[in-house]
C-alpha cells in the first residue's frame, strides 16, 4: 500500500516543521533527507507556494511529485505584486509582455486541460483578466480577440 501526501510548501524552503513534520514524522522516515530533496527539487520556485505530493511505500520508501505554483502566483511573480485588483474591470495592477504570458504557459502547460498551446496560453490570459493586469497595454478582451483574429497563429506554437 502507498501512503499519500500533499503539502504546499515555499519553494526552496520547505522545512521540518507544519505541514510536512506532523505528516512525515508518523510514518517513521528521515524527514531532513525529504526536506532537501524537496528543496532541492523546487528551488527554481523561490518564494511561491508549490504543490507537492509525496507517496511513501511500505519499505519506506520516498518518491517526490512536484507541481507548478497556481497562475496567478506565476502573474504575480512576473508583475513583484503581491495582489490582483480588488476591481479588475477598472483598476489594473500590472501589465505583462507577451514573452512573460509565454513563459507562464508554458510551465504550467502540463497540468492545464487545454489540448493546444493557444489555449493554455488564452487560459493565463483569463487569469490575468480576473486579477486586473493587461498584456502589452491592452486589455485582456482585446488580446483574446486578437487571437481569435489569427494574429498570433505564428508564435503560438509550442
Known amino acids: 500500500m502507498v501512503e499519500v501526501i500533499e503539502v504546499l510548501v515555499p519553494g526552496g524552503n520547505a ?93 504550467k502547460k502540463d497540468s492545464m486541460l487545454s489540448l493546444s498551446f493557444k489555449n493554455a496560453f488564452k487560459e493565463v490570459l483569463g487569469t490575468c483578466m480576473s486579477m486586473g493586469v493587461t498584456m502589452e497595454g491592452k486589455k485582456i478582451k482585446e488580446v483574446i480577440q486578437d487571437i481569435g483574429q489569427g494574429k498570433y497563429d505564428d508564435t503560438l506554437v509550442y
Open 15 to 107: 522545512n521540518p516543521g507544519p505541514p510536512l513534520g506532523p505528516s512525515l514524522g508518523p510514518l517513521g522516515i528521515n524527514i531532513k533527507q525529504v526536506v532537501d530533496e524537496i528543496n532541492e527539487k523546487t528551488k527554481e520556485f523561490n518564494g511561491m507556494q508549490v504543490p507537492v505530493k509525496l507517496f511513501i511505500d511500505n519499505k519506506k520508501n520516498v518518491s517526490i511529485e512536484v507541481g507548478t505554483p497556481p497562475t496567478s502566483t506565476l502573474i504575480m511573480q512576473e508583475l513583484s505584486i503581491e495582489k490582483g485588483s480588488s476591481t479588475p474591470g477598472t483598476d489594473f495592477v500590472g501589465d505583462l509582455s507577451f514573452e512573460q504570458v509565454m513563459r507562464i504557459a508554458k510551465m
